[in-house]
């Protein structure tokens, strides 16, 4: 008989290669079983946050992202656009706060935020955060000066996503290095919000390259506390999504994707696993097992930036079926 040893409930972050392959290769139920049980001691069980992502400021980006329907390389036939009004985006933020959401996400198509933008997007922040939601920006790379205005307006999150493993990341983004993407992570650090970095899977990457993806994230000096995990979603006229339409390689499978989301429960045991963009295409089967596996936040809307995802009615179903709630804003802060 199987019997089956607890997870140690350690915080570590200095996993190795080799032992993120090994967990992320176990037996999919052993994985899942105990995925679940490590996300049951840091989490409530059967409860996912409800996020919602506005841009805030679309296309024209000079960054080349291969993945990327914003990026001024890419034929994807988004137009940019100027940075939005503060109080668009507040009333944006209180439209998704009466939908459910607890958490507001505001992404601006930019390589780096640039000083004449930062006292309108800390007004952004200050504002949504009065309404009572979790606030997360994600505007490029950032000075250490931006980096603490942000902070002292009470942005909770910068998100900053490592996208893959530094292996593959060549093939992605050359407008950008990976250290580049570390040394924003430290400004945010150090001026006190919380890390949200995750990446996307299923561009083409190897097992190896998802395995280090995670190592990556699960050996910063402090574990991102949201770990969004995104599936390609093949837009045409960009690199990554041109090259799955011809062919060149395939959706990623959903068992692989499951995995990638119990690893990272598994190895960043405290964060918030957010299974975010390529919903929209994923069964409510599929669904079910990333949260068996330790997913606890998902994107509402019918929107992620200018990807399709979901939808609210379409959520608030699926949560019913699988007997799972939406956290409410004061169970997010306790949880």
């Known amino acids: 008989m199987n019997i089956q040893t607890p997870f140690p409930s350690t915080i570590r972050t200095d996993w190795t290669r080799e032992e993120i392959a090994e967990i992320y290769e176990r037996p999919l139920m052993d994985l899942l079983l105990e ?30 992202c291969g993945y990327c329907s914003q990026s001024a390389f890419a034929k994807s036939g988004v137009k940019a ?42 007004e952004m922040v200050a504002g949504v955060k009065a309404l009572g939601l979790e606030t997360c920006m994600t505007l490029g790379m950032l000075s250490g000066e931006q980096a603490d205005k942000l902070a002292g307006a009470g942005l909770d999150y910068y998100n900053h996503n490592l996208d893959t493993s530094p292996e593959h990341y060549a093939e992605i983004i050359s407008t950008r290095t990976y250290d580049d993407r570390l040394e924003t992570l430290a400004k945010v650090r150090d001026a006190g919000m919380h890390v949200c970095c995750g ?61 990638a989301i119990a690893t990272c ?55 019913r079926t699988l007997g799972m709630e939406a956290m409410e804003p004061a169970l997010v802060e306790a949880s």
């Not at 049951?40 to 024209?60: D, E, M, P, W, Y």
């Not at 390589?111 to 800390?122: E, F, G, H, M, S």
């Not at 097992?207 to 574990?223: E, V, Y």
């Not at 330790?294 to 609210?312: M, V």
Request: hydrophobic residues 40%; contains cysteine.
């Open 199 to 259: 990446g996307i899977v299923g561009m083409g990457e190897e097992k190896s390259d998802r395995i280090g993806l995670i190592h990556a994230l699960a050996t910063l000096p402090a574990h991102p506390k949201s770990v969004p995990v995104n599936a390609l979603v093949p837009v045409t006229g960009t690199v990554r999504g041109d090259a799955m339409k011809a062919g060149e390689y395939a959706e990623i499978d959903g068992i692989e994707f499951v995995r």
């Open 265 to 319: 429960r598994l190895t960043m045991p405290e964060s918030y696993v957010r299974l975010s963009a390529g919903r929209e295409s994923m069964s409510i089967e599929l669904q079910a097992l990333c949260f068996m596996g330790g997913a606890n936040s998902i994107f509402t809307g019918d929107t992620l930036l200018t990807a399709p995802n979901a939808g609210e009615d379409s959520d608030a179903s699926m949560l």
């Open 35 to 64: 995925a679940q049980s490590v996300h049951r001691r840091h989490f409530r069980a059967n409860a996912v946050q409800a996020c919602q992502l506005l841009s805030i400021k679309t296309g024209g980006c000079p960054e080349d």
């Open 81 to 122: 656009e100027k940075l939005m009004r503060a109080d668009a985006v507040i009333e944006a933020a209180r439209a998704a706060k009466a939908g459910g959401a607890s958490r507001f996400c505001m992404g601006a198509a930019w390589r780096d935020l640039k000083d004449r933008d930062t006292d309108a997007v800390c």
